[in-house]
């Protein structure tokens, strides 16, 4: 009880000093101000950066593997020549995966197709993005509508022209996504059927896969418009999803093995084709964060140390001020360790003060860029944590040899000052 009362009245005296030099103490807080602000924003701009491209890439599956003709781990620049020789994924790959791989749930075929104008009576869209895709398209990237739904088997099979419209590129072409639905539109010189909306998206880091100017038709629909053998300038992507506690590398083991075979590779031939997970974007992009959360790091500590030298310089002040009183308090039976806690509880609540404020000024910046550019930006608990934590061990670190100078002070030497 007596200890516990001793740290109240450090408290409440620690309180009425700062509060009665407000500006002193304001101007000793700055730095670490400043100090913490540098810090906790850029991990906070980090993480919001980190968890806006994982989500882009979550959009592709994390249990999906990806059969492409060139490797996403390497510079696009690198062996061009090499990998545009290289076929295409095809609807036969496709076919030998789901036929003769145990471990795949399901696979799909997207096949992207030049951009053209979409037409709605006096609206129009041009350059909207458009990928004809394989019926098990839908298990693999989970498609959400907002009004609408998915292709009908019915559809797919027969080549039925309908088609699926991005949230964006609907708005636009008919003020209200939502009454897209039924509508005729005109693509590439044919009419077609607006079968479905999908949900809104918003701003992504990385787009991936743009699905609010999507326009998704099947891939029967598809052969009409184009030669998807020879026609598909923009590409093809085989997507191959495992199924529950499946290993992705041993998928990729077993797609490997399904597709040499049916492209009749030799042993000694090297695969003409690659297999890629979203975990390999997300790893080349590490060292960029990693890099980014440093330099925060080292102006925060420069700030920091700025900090500490302000902080113990008043804290030093302060226990010349009070000398008389110190000696009294020690006289009076004080013992070494509360004037010791004494004087940093008092660094500590400056530390945490200026703390405060650089936690505050870091979620209102956040916050306004978040409105400004409508990309989600956060201070997340563990940067919350991490500023208090850090404000504690800075007013301990400043504060401790001021402290330690007044708990040592001889009493009678002290009244006499």
């Known amino acids: 009880m007596h200890f516990i009362r001793s740290i109240y009245e450090s408290i409440m005296q620690a309180v009425h000093e700062l509060s009665s030099n407000p500006l002193r103490s304001f101007l000793s807080s700055l730095g670490i101000t400043i100090g913490i602000f540098c810090i906790i924003s850029v991990m906070s701009a980090v993480d919001s950066l980190e968890d806006n491209i994982t989500k882009s890439f979550e959009k592709l599956g994390s249990d999906v593997i990806y059969v492409d003709r060139r490797p996403w781990n390497e510079d696009p620049s690198q062996n061009w020549w090499k990998y545009m020789r290289r076929p295409l ?18 696979a799909s075929l997207s096949v992207f197709v030049p951009s053209k104008t979409i037409n709605y009576k006096s609206s129009h869209v041009r350059g909207a993005y458009m990928a004809g895709v394989t019926y ?57 059927q607006v079968i479905g909306v999908l949900e809104k998206e918003g701003e992504s880091l990385i787009d991936i896969i743009p699905f609010d100017e999507a ?16 026609g598909a300038r923009w590409g ?26 049916h492209r009749k590779l030799r042993p000694k ?51 010349k001020e009070r000398t008389n009183i110190i000696g009294i308090k020690k006289a009076l039976g004080a013992k070494r360790g509360m004037i010791l806690f004494e004087f940093l509880i008092e660094s500590i609540l400056i530390c ?30 563990t940067n919350m944590i991490i500023a208090v934590v850090l404000a504690i061990v800075i007013g301990v670190i400043a504060g401790l040899i001021p402290a330690i100078q007044a708990s040592r002070m001889d009493p009678v030497e002290a009244m006499r000052n």
Do not use: C, H, W
């Open 269 to 319: 031939e090297e695969d003409n084709f690659s297999i890629n997970q979203v975990s390999v974007l997300t790893n080349l992009l590490k060292p960029v964060f990693n890099v980014m959360n440093m330099v925060g790091i080292v102006i925060g500590i420069f700030a920091i140390i700025v900090g500490i030298f302000s902080v113990a310089n008043i804290m030093f002040v302060s226990v």
């Open 352 to 381: 945490a003060v200026g703390g405060a404020f650089g936690l505050l000024t870091v979620i209102g910046v956040l916050k306004i860029i978040s409105g400004v550019f409508e990309f989600t930006m956060f201070v997340s608990p």
């Open 136 to 192: 098990d398209y839908q298990e693999i990237t989970k498609l959400e509508f907002e009004a609408g739904r998915y292709f009908t088997p019915f559809e797919y099979k027969t080549g039925t022209n309908a088609l699926i419209l991005g949230n964006v590129l609907a708005t636009e072409l008919f003020g209200e996504a939502s009454r897209a639905v039924d509508k005729i539109v005109r693509l590439g010189g044919m009419k077609f």
């Open 89 to 106: 994924p095809d609807f036969e790959d496709l076919e030998a995966i789901e036929a003769r791989v145990d471990d795949v749930e399901s």
């Open 215 to 230: 326009v998704i038709i099947s891939y029967n629909t598809t052969k009409k418009m184009i030669n998807v053998r020879t």
């Open 236 to 261: 093809k992507l085989l997507n191959v999803k495992a199924k529950p506690g499946v290993d992705l590398n041993d998928l990729g083991d077993q797609v490997t093995g399904v597709l040499r075979s």
